[in-house]
């Protein structure tokens, strides 16, 4: 996978691309990060990337063309998405990173900044995703996020692939608790069931545990799975 970012702040990816399991799949090669800022792709003497909004208005907008001369520079895998990052875009979820980890090749995330970006930089863009309703500074954070998100389902990010389908949403439910040693810390337990070593109770528990967990934190979700399992039976 070949993913370019399109970035203001190309040193804001420094330290996060190199560590922990993002920077090991990245040492594998199992994906290629280009970091490109847009500002090398300006004309004027100046570097300008920003101009005042028309008809007035706080804050500076990015300019399309150093955008336009940034995206127009990389070079092209057959199966590519342009993705802008704005808090107006589809909110990202498990759905969209399994989509893009499985039938992409390249994947070039615009960053936004400042008061946002001019309009017709949306017409670059093969879709929009937010990181969530709220607003951030900077496209950035977003484009960490759903690059670690994209990475980790890559083959060879995680060891055991067991692992990525036991999380939450894996399967439309949260994951059910989990403990490690010491057995008792403090005032709290771990459940006796999980000490006991009878695998097939230790999943009845497991799966009660999660449908619970989704019950009670995500009526939202819950709805949706039991909708799913209604359509499949
Ligand atoms: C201050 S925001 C601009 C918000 C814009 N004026 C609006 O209300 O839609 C600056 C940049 O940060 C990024 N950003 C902020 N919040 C975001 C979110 N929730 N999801 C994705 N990107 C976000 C976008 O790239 C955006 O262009």
Known sequence: MKIDVITLFPDFFTSPLASGLLGKALEKNIATVNLVNPRDFTLDKHHRVDDEP???GVGMLLKPEPIFAAVASLSCL??????????QGSPLNQTILQDLATNYQQLVLICGHYEGVDERIRYLADREISLGDFVLTCGEIPALALMNGVIRLLP????????????????GLLDY??????PIFQEWEVPEILRSGNHQKIEEWRR???I???QQRRPDLWEKWLNSQQKSD
């Open 54 to 56: 028309y008809g007035g």
């Open 78 to 87: 057959p199966k590519r998405e342009i993705i802008l990052l704005t808090p």
């Open 156 to 171: 060879g990010t995680v060891g055991k692939v067991e692992s990525l389908k036991a999380e939450s949403f894996e399967d």
């Open 177 to 182: 608790p989990q403990y490690t040693r010491p």
């Open 208 to 210: 009660c545990e999660q």
């Open 212 to 214: 619970k967990r989704t």
